[in-house]
T-cell receptor, first 114, second 115 residues
């Protein structure tokens, strides 16, 4: 079945450091890929998305590129802030139905220290 | 506006109580979802409604009973829960677009504690 694998956390960085969170997937066909972020005590927020190969999703300084050849969708940010501390989930939707099922990775906790 | 509103934010209930969680969206979405999230884990899908009809039930115990009274509202009725049902319950909605364009928007969740 379809699956998403994320790098294990927690990831601890100093403010202004470069961030990479690795995400790889296994899916039949051509899934849509997403990064969701969950701040402490809150629900999930869509951070960015990509729906086809070579698409680059970007938002709030975060970027991720849909790499079909390596089945990856790594999340990057050039300079993290303390306010970026959260749990990040990579996810995919596959299939042709009207209500695609979101398949999540295990989540990666990011802690940014001042 | 991509807001999904869930009430209450917190709920404490005993194992013999009956309670309901409520979810509301005004984005015109016609698909709505219930997820359960345990601490430090990703959300797990429970139910999906499409055009007010239940389309997916992920083998959820009958003590959880979903209801979709109209296209904007989704309820989750709770009865005779167990302590292991304590979790964050998340609601999401999307436009049921055929194919891979389905983007789900989540509410802030209801944090449920079963005593």
């Amino acid at each position: 079945g379809d699956s998403v694998t994320q790098m294990e956390g927690p990831v601890t960085l100093s403010e202004e450091a470069f961030l990479t969170i690795n995400c790889t997937y296994t899916a039949t066909g051509y899934p849509s890929l997403f990064w969701y972020v969950q701040y402490p005590g809150e629900g999930l927020q869509l951070l960015l998305k990509a729906t086809k190969a070579d698409d680059k999703g970007s938002n709030k300084g975060f970027e991720a590129t849909y790499r079909k050849e390596t089945t990856s969708f790594h999340l990057e940010k050039g300079s993290v802030q303390v306010s970026d501390s959260a749990v990040y989930f990579c996810a995919l939707i596959s299939g042709s139905g009207n209500t695609g099922k979101l398949i999540f990775g295990q989540g990666t906790t990011l802690q940014v220290k001042p | 506006d991509t807001e999904v509103t869930q009430t209450p934010k917190h709920l404490v209930m005993g194992m013999t109580n009956k309670k309901s969680l409520k979810c509301e969206q005004h984005m015109g979405h016609r698909a709505m979802y219930w997820y359960k999230q345990k601490a430090k884990k990703p959300p797990e899908l429970m139910f999906v409604y499409s055009y007010e009809k239940l389309s997916i039930n992920e083998s959820v115990p009958s003590r959880f009973s979903p209801e979709c009274p109209n296209s904007s509202l989704l309820n989750l009725h709770l009865h005779a829960l167990q302590p292991e049902d304590s979790a964050l319950y998340l609601c999401a909605s999307s436009q049921p677009t055929r194919g891979r364009q389905n983007i789900q928007y989540f509410g802030a969740g209801t944090r449920l504690s079963v005593l």
